[in-house]
């Protein structure tokens, strides 16, 4: 399971920084920025645990975010471009595994529902919000905590 959870830490998935799109960009991280909790997730097209869904979180301010998923963290800083379709994310891990690593993926925000699926350091964006055995890809989807 654990090489799963380095994964899903990365996204955290998931969130955030400058892109191009100016006053865009900063709205969108606005609305990114929050407590938020796993509804599910997949890694290389299997489920991730109810046990590991259960126990993920997801902090974003502004350009910075932490996931904690199965006891381990990782933080780091994001950026966005909400004008792509579908929408991009580049999350850079400041501490982790892929430390220093740039992860390219795609999100997308619907009425407190965050979809980010992420491609493994190094491989191309996805294209669709789906995994796949052998692509390393992950796809988690948080909902919004209220305070």
């Given at each position: 399971m654990k090489l799963y959870v380095l994964p899903v830490l990365a996204v955290g998935l998931l969130i955030a920084a400058n892109s191009s799109g100016g006053d865009t960009v900063k709205t969108e991280l606005k609305k990114l920025e929050g407590t938020w909790g796993m509804v599910s997730g997949e890694a290389k097209g299997e489920k991730l645990s109810e046990s590991t869904v259960k126990s993920a979180?997801?902090?974003i301010v502004g350009d910075k975010y932490t996931v904690n998923v199965s006891e381990n963290a990782i933080t780091g800083t994001q950026k966005i471009d909400p004008t792509?379709?579908?929408?991009?994310?580049?999350?850079?891990?400041?501490?982790?595994?892929?430390?220093?690593?740039?992860?390219?993926?795609?999100?997308?925000l619907e009425k407190?529902?965050?979809?980010?699926?992420?491609?493994p350091p190094g491989k191309d964006r996805p294209t669709e919000f789906t995994t796949?055995?052998?692509?390393?890809?992950?796809?988690?989807?948080?909902?919004?905590?209220?305070?």
């Amino acid at each position: 399971m654990k090489l799963y959870v380095l994964p899903v830490l990365a996204v955290g998935l998931l969130i955030a920084a400058n892109s191009s799109g100016g006053d865009t960009v900063k709205t969108e991280l606005k609305k990114l920025e929050g407590t938020w909790g796993m509804v599910s997730g997949e890694a290389k097209g299997e489920k991730l645990s109810e046990s590991t869904v259960k126990s993920a979180k997801l902090t974003i301010v502004g350009d910075k975010y932490t996931v904690n998923v199965s006891e381990n963290a990782i933080t780091g800083t994001q950026k966005i471009d909400p004008t792509m379709k579908p929408k991009a994310i580049d999350a850079i891990d400041t501490e982790g595994p892929h430390k220093g690593k740039t992860v390219f993926g795609i999100y997308k925000l619907e009425k407190g529902i965050f979809t980010v699926c992420l491609a493994p350091p190094g491989k191309d964006r996805p294209t669709e919000f789906t995994t796949k055995s052998g692509t390393g890809e992950i796809l988690h989807v948080w909902k919004l905590k209220k305070e």
